[in-house]
Nanobody, 121 residues
């Protein structure tokens, strides 16, 4: 059974930093994972993509986080990270990780439950 567990969220002041982690079980990143994603959803807003990283290591970012956020992964620990610097109040949201993996005959996506990030003074 695949499980994704996010951690690292919390309350931070504007300009501060947080590092989110998404630990996966039931998936072997080096063998099964095709791409890993971070999404976020603020109250009253639609979920939006924040960043993704492919199995080959190519990273992509939404324009609103470019230069501030960095996605990375550790295959040995089956964990994907999101380093968030210079946080703004409008970065406040629930951040969730998503993994596209090929475990069965066809690729499937898996979601974590999310971690709350609140940016406020």
């Amino acid at each position: 059974q695949v499980q994704l567990v996010e951690s690292g969220g919390g309350l931070v002041q504007p300009g501060g930093s947080l590092r989110l982690s998404c630990a996966a079980s039931g998936i072997i990143f080096s063998s099964n994972a095709i791409a890993m994603y971070w999404y976020r959803q603020a109250p009253g807003k639609q979920r939006e993509s924040v960043a993704d990283i492919t199995s080959g290591g190519s990273a992509h970012y939404a324009d609103f986080v470019k230069g501030r956020f960095t996605i990375s992964r550790n295959n040995a620990q089956n964990t994907v990270y999101l380093q968030m610097n210079d946080l703004h109040p409008d970065d406040t949201a629930v951040y969730s990780c998503n993994v596209l993996a090929r475990i069965g005959p066809v690729p499937a996506t898996y979601w974590g439950r999310g971690t709350q990030v609140t940016v406020s003074s």
